[in-house]
């Protein structure tokens, strides 16, 4: 597994928000490279925070790779290429591009153990009281940065058939396929959320970072749920996409997803 460099978040919540506000700025292109940054004391105006703190902030970016801090000039943004690319994934095509993250990234396994699942698991893996499941997390990563926090969910008498040396070197799908699953259909939905601390620290982020967040529920042959996904996302690692397309005629005419369209 590659070895990863640690975040320099700043001292202080707000030192933080601004890190986390100029950080968002340049990876979204507002700040490019060879941009310098507003000075101190408009960027305290802006943020309605202290001089003080801007300070630590820019310090941090500066520690982080982000910037440059030139005397007597301010702080000019530095070039990140190959640093932060993000990963992108066709929405209409996402289960088996995030199949094929898995085979392509590495990825670290936090925790394993069994118990009974909460209420909401054990619904929506349709499990009858008593049921006791399996749960991992796992962080992923991409040439060595963190982009996704994953917590996982199978029904114990499937994931007694791989062990925690299993789920560390191997794709989830294959263990379960491997189990005897025939895997049929699954739902899913993405919205957002907020990191907590535990997330925060695997993700190398501020506790109340944004973050996107993707649920799946993986059902077999016999519309049992084997699989239940909670995957957290870094929006500056990872995007979701989708091409549309017009179609119909009149006042029927509408937006349709091209399913299969190729990420740009």
Same mark, same amino acid.
């Given at each position: =597994? ?14 933080? &928000? ?7 700025? /340049? ?24 001089? /003080? ?18 005397? *007597? ?27 094929? %993250?898995? &085979? ?7 925790? %394993? ?13 349709? =499990? ?12 992923? %990563? ?65 506790? *109340? ?7 799946? /529920?993986?059902?077999?042959?016999? *519309? ?19 091409? =549309? ?20």
């Amino acid at each position: =597994m590659t070895i990863h460099a640690q975040a320099t978040l700043p001292e202080g919540g707000k030192a933080r &928000r601004v890190y986390l506000l100029l950080r968002d700025d /340049i990876s979204n292109g507002r700040y490019g490279e060879g941009e310098f940054l507003p000075g101190e004391n408009r960027l305290a105006d802006t943020l309605n925070v202290s001089r /003080i703190t801007v300070r630590r902030a820019l310090e941090s970016l500066a520690a982080d790779g982000w910037i440059e801090k030139k005397t *007597g000039a301010g702080s000019v943004v530095l070039s990140r290429r190959g640093k932060d690319d993000k990963i992108a994934a066709n929405f209409a095509t996402l289960i088996p591009q995030l199949v094929e %993250f898995d &085979r392509k990234t590495t990825a670290r396994l936090l925790s %394993f153990s069994y118990g009974s699942p909460s209420v909401s698991v054990a619904n929506s893996l349709g =499990m009858p009281k008593g049921g006791r499941v399996q749960t991992a997390a796992r962080v992923r %990563f991409s040439d060595g940065e963190p982009f996704s926090y994953l917590t996982t969910h199978v029904p114990e008498d499937i994931a007694r058939n791989y062990d925690e040396t299993d789920l560390a070197t191997q794709p989830l799908f294959r263990l379960l396929e491997r189990s005897g699953v025939q895997v049929e259909g699954a739902d899913q939905s993405v919205t957002a959320t907020l990191a907590g601390p535990d997330v925060a620290e695997a993700l190398e982020v501020s506790v *109340g970072s944004p973050l996107l967040w993707l649920e799946r /529920i993986v059902r077999d042959s016999n *519309g049992r749920g084997v699989e239940h996904l909670s995957a957290l996302y870094r929006p500056d690692r990872f995007r979701l996409e989708m091409s =549309m397309t017009r179609i119909g005629a009149g006042e029927s005419r509408h937006w349709e997803p091209v399913i299969g369209a190729r990420d740009t």
